[in-house]
Structures are given as C-alpha cells and as structure tokens.
C-alpha cells in the first residue's frame, strides 16, 4: 500500500519499473527531488491548485491529482497564488468547453507576470482532438496536456514536465487498464467517492461520455471493499459509488456480480453510515436494487434516475431503451416500494426533432414523477455524436420557451415535494459552517436535502438528529436536538 512506502528507500539510480502502481512511485519519488530542488531555488516551497470542472467522477479524479501532488511535496493555494494549475475538464456540452477557454485566457496573463508559474490541462475535453490541436496551435503557454485514459501515469507526467520545457501531450484512445493504490487526497474527512467503474458503453445519440472516457470498465470488487475500508478506518461514513452506470456494475468482471450484490457487502463494512451511488440508468435498474435499497438501513433515500426526455419517439432517437410508460411504471414501484425516497433527475430540452407534443410528454411524466429536483439541460451539440448529424435542430428561441417552461414546473414540484417533510426529525450529516452566517451549520439529510441550523462548527462531520422547522423551498431551517443522555 502506498501509505507504507518510504519514498526516500526507491532507488532512482535503476531504471523506473515497469509494473504498476510501482512505476508511479519511482516517479512521485523522482518529482519529490525535483520539486525539492525548484523550491530551494525559490526559497519557498512550491504551490498547486486543481480546479475541477463537471461531475463526481472528475472531483474524484482532482482527489487523485491532489493526493500525488501532496506526496511529491506540492502544497495547496488559491487559484490566483499557485505555481502549479491545473484545470480538470469536462465537455458534456460545449459550455463546459468555453469555460475552461475563457479561463486559460486569465491565466495567460497571470504566467506573464510569473514564468515559473507552470499549467496542466486533463480531464474530458482534451479527448477531443481538435482541442488538443487548437491547444497546441493556439495555447502553448500551456505545460502539460492529459486525458482520461493515463490519469493514473500523473506522476510520470509531472516528473516529465518537472525535467524538461516545452509543452508535453500525452492522451491515450483508450485503455482496459484500472490502476489501484496511488494516493488520494479527499476534500472531506468526513466523506468520500468510491469509483466502482469506468466508461460507458451505453451511447446515447446525445452524448460524448462514451468517446472521452471509453469502454465500461469495472473495478472488482475486493479492491472496491478494501479501498472502502480503509476510508472507514480514516474516519469516512459516507461514501458515494461512482460509475457512469452503476446499474450495470459487474457485468464484465471476471467473475461477475451485480450492483445490488455489492451494495450488500458495502453495507456490511462497519463505520460506513451512508452509502449513495451515482448514475442510474432506467434501463438496467433491477428489481433486486429496489428491494437491497428498501431493506438497507445505510442506503440513503435517494435516487438519481435520469428521464432525458418523455417523449417514446425522441427517447428512441436518443438510443434509451426505454419507453415513456416503462419509465414511469419503474418511478412509480420505486416511490410504492420506499415512500420517503427522494428522486431527481436529468431532462435535455431541444433534442434535434423534438416537437411540441413530444415536450409536453416531458412535462407530463415531470407532473406524474413528482421529482424532488431536476436537472434541466439545453440540447447541446457535441461533435461527433449520432445526434449531431441530426437534421430538425430545434431553433433557439422555441428551445429557450421549452426550458423555461420546464424549469418553472420543475421548481414547483421541488417546492412541493421538500414541504412534505416540513415537521419531521431528521438524521443529517453535518458538513459545514455556513458559508454566510457562522452561527449555522449544514446538514445533508438522507434524501439529500440540505437543512441549516445552530450549532458548534466542532459538530462538522458528525450525524445529528435536526427538526425541521421552516421549508424555504429548496432546503430548510431547522433546529439541532440535543443527543439523549445514555
Ligand atoms: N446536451 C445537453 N445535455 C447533455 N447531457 C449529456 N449530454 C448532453 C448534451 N449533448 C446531460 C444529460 C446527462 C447529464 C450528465 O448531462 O442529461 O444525464
Ligand atoms: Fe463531464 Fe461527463 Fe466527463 Fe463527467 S463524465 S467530466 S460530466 S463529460
């Protein structure tokens, strides 16, 4: 294991390894000299800052960055103060993509006024390969390009852009390679996410996930336990599962088992008091996970299962698998079988070809679901994709109408739906002092709901019970009960 090696004990007058993890740490143990050596220079140690665009999968990813900074003797700043940025990318629609232009077009300036100041780019995006081209034409003030499938060769990378000038690339087209045990460095104590799989393989006409982070991949699960354990061990009580697809965890292993199957054994594993996952696909969320979440006493009352759209004809050119009626039927034995779940979901607007009559399915299924809270999207084109290619783009001004047509619906179920439990008393995990008022606390609730109340900032990290006082639309305003005297 990674935190047992004595960095100082790698000899780095042999060649590096060639077996992973133990290449990387011949590389973090190479970087520790170099960063040594640039902070002598300097006087100062040497500073770093991830900044994370889009999901969980890519905050999980900037923990994995972070923890091998931290090894090779980087420590954390502010954005504006590093010496090292790097921006983790994401390119689900091409907002994301202008984003991350529109920074770098900051940063340029800020390496003029500091030379040494150096900048990574990883992530999504850079599986693109006109953004590598435009970044290699255009943005070669930029030090070291990387994409998803060689995350786990960071070190490596670094050591190269440590030793050398000029710009490195390194992006694969792929791997079936999952590296365990290199260093993490979570964000919270108290909370972490678990990667139990990589890729898609579901290839919604929409969407680019498939061609930037490839294959579906699972990790199996005696590391996905170990790692699980361990976490608990450091003090972590709540973990999230990640994968593009959760539902079809399991199903390439060598000895295959199903989601619901894993989620068991998590629940097993002491000191672990909640446990999420993120993302359901409707099309293969089983029986058997309703039943594993409905007896679970650590599973939170909380399901993500993205709609996309309500329409059968447009689910079909979005390559869902599933009809508008299927759809509903699952949401409705999901809220039959566990009453206090909580559902969210995902929903595009102006899907190429979508009509009037297919948008009012949308907010037909949006009335009959109930959703606690959505996500609502604008149909973005993502080059490359099947629905790129699409004749009958939706114009803009009637997809705009749609969204806001949409978003109005959408915040008053979720206005709705977060009063049902004004009243109650709730187990929440606190995890953090309010930002605006430092009196307050913030709670996360099981069904993921955030309450705000008074409390001691030495509660953070701990699972409370909390009235809930006041429903201010989205969240609420509560009141701490003291813990019963044994
Ligand atoms: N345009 C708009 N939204 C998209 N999503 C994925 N691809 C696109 C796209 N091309 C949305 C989906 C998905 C969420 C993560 O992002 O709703 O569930
Ligand atoms: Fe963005 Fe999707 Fe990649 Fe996550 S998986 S970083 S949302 S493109």
């Known amino acids: ?17 060639r077996e992973e993890p133990e290449r990387q740490y011949y590389y973090i143990a190479l970087c520790r000299e170099l960063v040594q050596r640039e902070a002598e220079k300097l006087g100062r140690p040497l500073t770093f800052c ?23 003797g980087f420590l954390e700043a502010e954005e504006e103060r590093a010496d090292f940025v790097i921006y983790n990318t994401c390119t689900v629609r091409e907002n994301a993509n202008l984003k991350v232009y529109g920074h770098l077009g900051l940063l340029k300036h800020r390496k003029k006024s500091n030379p040494h100041m150096r900048i990574a780019l990883c992530g999504c995006m850079m599986q693109e390969p006109e953004v590598v081209e435009k970044l290699k034409k255009s943005y070669r003030f930029v030090d070291l390009i990387f994409g998803t499938h060689n995350i786990f060769k960071f070190a490596e990378l670094l050591a190269q852009m440590l030793e050398h000038t000029g710009q490195v690339i390194d992006i694969w087209d792929g791997t079936g390679q999952i590296v365990e045990e290199l260093p993490v460095e979570r964000k919270y104590p108290f909370k972490s996410g678990v990667n139990i799989m990589f890729g898609c393989n579901n290839f919604c006409s929409y969407c680019i996930v498939p061609y930037v982070r490839g294959r579906e991949r699972s990790r199996r699960p005696e590391d996905i336990l170990g790692e699980i354990r361990e976490l608990a061990a450091d003090g972590v009580s709540e973990i999230m599962l990640l994968g593009q697809n959760v539902n079809s965890y399991g199903k390439t292993l060598e000895h295959p088992i199903s989601f619901g199957e894993l989620l068991r054994r998590v629940e097993e594993i002491e000191g672990i008091a909640r446990i999420r996952f993120m993302t359901s696909h409707p099309k293969d969320l089983s029986e058997e996970l309703i039943q594993v979440m409905k007896s679970s006493s650590k599973i939170c009352r909380h399901l993500h299962l993205p709609l996309q759209s309500g329409s059968t004809r447009i689910l079909k050119a979005m390559n869902r698998k599933y009809t508008k009626e299927q759809y509903l039927d699952l949401a409705a034995r999901i809220r039959r079988e566990i009453p206090d779940i909580s559902l969210t979901t995902d929903i595009i607007v102006g899907f190429p070809g979508e009509t009037e009559e297919d948008f009012l399915e949308t907010l037909d299924v949006v009335r ?105 639309g989205f969240y609420y305003m509560g009141t701490l009960i003291p813990e019963e005297k044994e």
């Not at 900044?51 to 905050?59: E, S, V």
């Not at 109408?401 to 995990?429: G, P, W, Y």
């Open 1 to 17: 294991m990674y935190k047992e090696i004595d960095w100082k004990r790698i000899d780095l007058n042999t060649a590096p390894p």
């Open 50 to 72: 991830v900044t994370t665009f889009g999901c969980q999968m890519n905050a999980r990813d900037s923990e994995k960055l972070a923890g091998i900074l931290k090894e090779t």
């Open 368 to 472: 009959r679901v109930r959703y606690d809270n959505a996500y609502t999207f604008i149909y973005s084109k993502r080059t490359g994709t099947p629905a790129a290619a699409m004749e009958n783009q939706v114009p803009e001004d009637e997809v705009k109408s749609r969204f806001d047509r949409l978003l109005a619906l959408v915040q008053e179920n979720a206005k709705m739906q977060t009063a049902r439990f004004a009243d109650t008393i709730q187990e929440v995990l606190i995890e953090e002092v309010n930002e605006h008022d430092e009196s307050l606390l913030t709670g996360r609730m099981s069904n993921n709901l955030l309450v705000h109340f008074e409390g001691d900032a030495s509660l953070v990290g701990c699972i409370r019970r909390v009235r809930l006082d006041i429903c201010k």
